[in-house]
């Protein structure tokens, strides 16, 4: 639904930022990765993914398309949901997990916070065929 939002940081927390886009402030959940590169008041374009669910709208908020489509493959993974990923993508750069995917090393995947051994070998099987 929302592509991308363009505003101006107007709060920072570890895991979440809130852009603001003419009056309208949005929480965003993102990586840590993320979050440590955000300046408060600094012009930003951010790109989003929404996750609906029966009880929830969450929008989650990456730097660039190719971090949303990498987000996209980590919650297509069997038992890997959005706030999994994200846990991921703090864990590791998007070098480090494509290394760790060509690699089949799960340890480093399973290091993210919510990442047990089999949920990390899911995630090699499943996305080493991509």
């Known amino acids: 639904m929302y ?6 940081i107007e709060y920072i927390d570890v895991d ?5 886009n003419n009056g ?6 993102s990586s840590t990765n993320v979050t ?21 709208m969450t929008l989650f908020g ?4 190719e971090e949303v ?15 999994v990923a994200l846990s991921i993508m703090s ?3 998007l070098d480090e997990l494509r290394m760790a995917v060509i690699s089949e090393d799960y340890k480093a995947i399973s290091k993210a916070n919510g990442v047990g051994t089999k949920t990390a070998q899911r995630a090699v099987i499943e996305l080493k065929d991509l």
Request: proline residues 2%; glycine residues 6%; charged residues 20%.
């Open 3 to 8: 592509a991308y939002i363009k505003g101006t």
């Open 16 to 20: 979440s930022f809130i852009i603001d």
């Open 24 to 29: 309208i402030g949005y929480r965003i959940l």
């Open 36 to 56: 440590s590169r955000l300046k408060l008041h600094e012009s930003l374009t951010v790109y989003t993914y929404l996750n609906v669910r029966e009880d929830d």
């Open 62 to 65: 990456f730097l660039s398309n």
């Open 69 to 83: 489509s990498v987000f996209k493959l980590l919650i297509s993974v069997s038992g890997i949901g959005p706030k």
């Open 91 to 93: 864990q590791l750069t």
